[in-house]
């Protein structure tokens, strides 16, 4: 419960790798007119992608398809990290960042 809360809490990482992509993206949650809890859930799904490009070795230019699948499919399912969020959210939002 306590990591729900803390996802819920981000609101910024401007040291993340895909830092570039969130005012656009943020602006897009803001037409979307996503409360901000669920715009806190989305922003943590998308730190936490950033945090594994990163520690993947993998640019932010060079991101593809193929990053998001085996982020989704070999990654989340094994994650321990604190950033951990839940698999919906992630599904809903990495298409949308990979494609910025
Ligand atoms: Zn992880």
Redesign the pocket.
Known sequence: MRTRLCMRKLTDDPGNLLAPVFPAYRQTLIEGRYVPDIQGRYFAAVF?FG??LRSSGIGMRLVRHEHVCDFLQN??PT???K??TPVSYTHLTLPTISSA
Request: proline content about 0%; charged content about 20%; some cysteine.
């Open positions: 936490h945090d594994w990654h989340l994650c321990t990290s950033r951990h």
